[in-house]
C-alpha cells in the first residue's frame, strides 16, 4: 500500500448514520466511501485500500465484530486501523473481543462530531506514518514499531474505554432516573385505563339494566292502558259518569308511569348520543297547547290554577314538536310537584329580539342561590318531597341545547318561587305554517283486516284480542313462537302483530322465517316490545318487520299503524 492512500471506509446499515458521520468528518483531505452492510464493506475492500475503517458492530447478516475478523484474514486489510461504533455499552469481554480483532479504539452513538474527526484524523494520519515507517525499516524495525504501536493502541483504547464507560455509567443512571418516571407515568396510565373500562362497563350495564327495567315495566303497563282504553269507550257508550271519573283517573296514574319509563330510556339515549330529532317548522302555539294538555292531570291533582300568556301572531321555531312539547311539560310538572296546593302557575310565550321565549313561574318553594345551577343535573333534586326521577329538568337542558336554544332559572331563594326561561332561535314568519292533519280517534272506520296476534302474556295477548275484535278485525292468536310461525304461514293473514320476546323462538327469529316464504306485500309485519331503544328499533327492522311499536302501545298509535296496512 502507497503512502499516498487516502479513502476512509464508512460502514453503517442507518444511512442516516452513514450521512451523520461522514458530516461529522468534516474535511480531514480524505475521500469517505460507504457501505451499508458487512458484506458490502468487503466487497469496498477488495477494491480500494482505505487508511481506516468506522465500523458499527450491530449490523444485520454480518456484525461489526464477524466484518472485523474478516478484514484481518486478508493480508492487505490486516493491520487497517478499524475504530468500532456502537450505541451501547461494551462489557470487558467485549472489548477483549475488540481488542483481538485489532480495535483502535471506540466510538458511542450519538457521535461527538469533534471527537470522531480527532479520533480520525489520528489514526489516519498514523496510517499513514507507519506504512512510511514499514516501507523504510526492515522487517525487525517493522516488528518493533508494530509492538509499540500495539502498546500505545492498547492504552489508548483503554483509556479511552474507561472515558466511554464513565460516560456510560451517567448516561446509566440518568437513563435509569428516566425509566422510573416513565413506569411510574405507565402505571398512572394502566390505572386510569382500568378506571376507565370500570367506568364504561358500569355505563353500559346501566344502559342495559334501564332497557331490561323499561322493558319489564312497560309489559305490565300494556294491557292496563289496553283495558283502560277499552273501559273508556264503555263507559262514554253507557254516560256513566263515576266509571269515567275512575277511568280518567286510572288513565292520569298510568300516563305518568309511562312517562317515568320514557323518562328514563331517555336519559340513556341522553349518554348516548341516540336522541334523533325530527326537524320542521313548529308553531309554539300548538307546542304549549300540547304542554299543557300532558301537566294537566297533575295540575288538577294539587288543584294549581295555570295562566297561560301567547303572543297575538303566530311564533315559529325550527325544532322536533314532540321534543319541544316534552321541554315545556317538564317545566309545568316541576312547578307543579313543587308549589303548595292551590299554587298560581304563569306560562308566558313572548318573542325578545330574535329569539322565542317560554317562561314558566311559580310562587312554589323557591331555590337556593347554590343550587340553580346543580339543578339541572341528572337525578338531581334540590327541593325534596316533589316526587319524580330527579331528570325532568336534565332532559329538557339537554334537549333544549340540541334546539341551538338556552334554559336558566332564577330564584330568590328557599320558599320564594322560581322562574325557568327557555329561548330558541325564532324563524321568520315569512312562509306559511304546514297544514296538520286533523287528529282521527282510536276507532277511526277502517275496512276489517285479518290479523294474527302473537303474544306470550295471557294479559297483554287478551287485551289486544278485545280491542281489536272491537274495531271489526278478524283475529287469530298464537302464544310461542313456533305456533305463531305456523299460523301466520298457515293463515296468511293481512297483518301479524308480533311480540319481539318469545318463548321457543323469539320475535325477529319468527320475522326472518316468514320473510323468507312471504315477502312484504303478502303480509304486514308489526313489531310490538317493550325494548324501545334504537339499536332495538334497528334489529327489528332488519329482520324483516314493517312497524315497530313501543309497549304501552295507544290504541291511537295501534289504529294509525293498521291504518296505514294495504288491502289485500
Known amino acids: 500500500m502507497s503512502p499516498d492512500v487516502r479513502d476512509i471506509l464508512l460502514v453503517d446499515d442507518n444511512p442516516a448514520n452513514l450521512t451523520a458521520i461522514e458530516v461529522g468528518l468534516g474535511d480531514l483531505g480524505r475521500r469517505v466511501v460507504r457501505a451499508a452492510s458487512g458484506e458490502d464493506a468487503l466487497r469496498r475492500l477488495l477494491e480500494l485500500d482505505f487508511s481506516l475503517i468506522l465500523l458499527d458492530v450491530q449490523m444485520p447478516t454480518l456484525d461489526g465484530f464477524q466484518t ?18 456502537t450505541a451501547f455499552d461494551c462489557d470487558d469481554k467485549e472489548v477483549l473481543r475488540a481488542y483481538e480483532l485489532g480495535a483502535v479504539d471506540f466510538l458511542f452513538k450519538p457521535v461527538v462530531p469533534e471527537i470522531l474527526r480527532s479520533k480520525a484524523s489520528v489514526f489516519v494520519n498514523l496510517q499513514i506514518q507507519a506504512e512510511l515507517i514499514r516501507e523504510s ?42 425509566s422510573a418516571t416513565v413506569n411510574e407515568l405507565e402505571d398512572a396510565k394502566l390505572q386510569l385505563t382500568r378506571v376507565n373500562e370500570e367506568l364504561a362497563t358500569a355505563d353500559r350495564r346501566k344502559d342495559e339494566f334501564l332497557a331490561v327495567l323499561a322493558h319489564e315495566l312497560r309489559n305490565p303497563l300494556a294491557p292496563l292502558l289496553t283495558h283502560l282504553e277499552l273501559l273508556g269507550m264503555r263507559a262514554t257508550e253507557s254516560a256513566d259518569v263515576g266509571l269515567q271519573r275512575t277511568v280518567e283517573t286510572m288513565d292520569r296514574q298510568v300516563g305518568h308511569l309511562n312517562r317515568v319509563v320514557d323518562d328514563l330510556l331517555d336519559v340513556s339515549r341522553i349518554t348516548t348520543g341516540d336522541i334523533q330529532l325530527v326537524w320542521e317548522r313548529v308553531d309554539l302555539s300548538d307546542v304549549i ?3 299543557c294538555n300532558i301537566a294537566r292531570p297533575l295540575l288538577a291533582t294539587h288543584q294549581h290554577q295555570l295562566v297561560v300568556s301567547l303572543t297575538e301572531c303566530p311564533m315559529f321555531v325550527k325544532g322536533d314538536s314532540v321534543r319541544l312539547t316534552q321541554i315545556v311539560a317538564n317545566l309545568l310538572n316541576n312547578a307543579a310537584r313543587y308549589s303548595d296546593p292551590k299554587g298560581r302557575i304563569s306560562l308566558t310565550l313572548r318573542q325578545e329580539a330574535d329569539e322565542a321565549a317560554i317562561r314558566v313561574e311559580d310562587r312554589g318553594r323557591g331555590i337556593a342561590a347554590n343550587a340553580q345551577e ?27 341545547s340540541l334546539h341551538q336554544g338556552t334554559i336558566s332559572v332564577a330564584s330568590e331563594g328557599l320558599g320564594k318561587g322560581s322562574v325557568f326561561k327557555v329561548l330558541l332561535p325564532a324563524l321568520k314568519d315569512d312562509a306559511p305554517s304546514p297544514q ?6 282510536a276507532e277511526a272506520a277502517l275496512a276489517p283486516l285479518h290479523i294474527v296476534l302473537v303474544e306470550d302474556d295471557v294479559d297483554i295477548r287478551q287485551a289486544m284480542l278485545t280491542l281489536l275484535q272491537r274495531w271489526g278485525h278478524h283475529v287469530e292468536v298464537a302464544d310461542t313462537g313456533p305456533r305463531g310461525l305456523d299460523l301466520i304461514l298457515k293463515a296468511v293473514p293481512d297483518v301479524a302483530v308480533i311480540d319481539l320476546g318469545l318463548p321457543e323462538l323469539d320475535g325477529c327469529e319468527v320475522a326472518q322465517r316468514v320473510r323468507d316464504v312471504l315477502p312484504k306485500e303478502r303480509v304486514c309485519l308489526m313489531a310490538m316490545t317493550g325494548f324501545g331503544r334504537k339499536e332495538d328499533r334497528h334489529r327489528a327492522l332488519a329482520a324483516g318487520f314493517d312497524v315497530h311499536l313501543v309497549k304501552p302501545a295507544s290504541a291511537r298509535s295501534i289504529a294509525k299503524a293498521l291504518a296505514d296496512v294495504p288491502r289485500h
Open 68 to 85: 472485523a475478523r474478516l478484514i484481518r484474514q486478508r493480508p492487505r486489510s490486516r493491520g487497517t486501523p478499524i475504530i468500532f461504533m
Open 137 to 178: 525499516v526492515q522487517k525487525d524495525h517493522e516488528r518493533q514499531l508494530a509492538a509499540e504501536r500495539a502498546r500505545w493502541e492498547e492504552e489508548s483504547l483503554r483509556q479511552r474505554i474507561d472515558d466511554a464507560r464513565r460516560v456510560a455509567e451517567e448516561t446509566a443512571r440518568r437513563a435509569r432516573e428516566l
Open 289 to 291: 297547547q300540547q304542554a
Open 374 to 400: 346543580r339543578i339541572f343535573e341528572m337525578f338531581t333534586q334540590e327541593r325534596r318531597g316533589g316526587g319524580g326521577l330527579g331528570v325532568g329538568l336534565a332532559l329538557a337542558r339537554r334537549l333544549v
Open 436 to 441: 296538520r292533519p286533523a287528529a282521527c280517534g
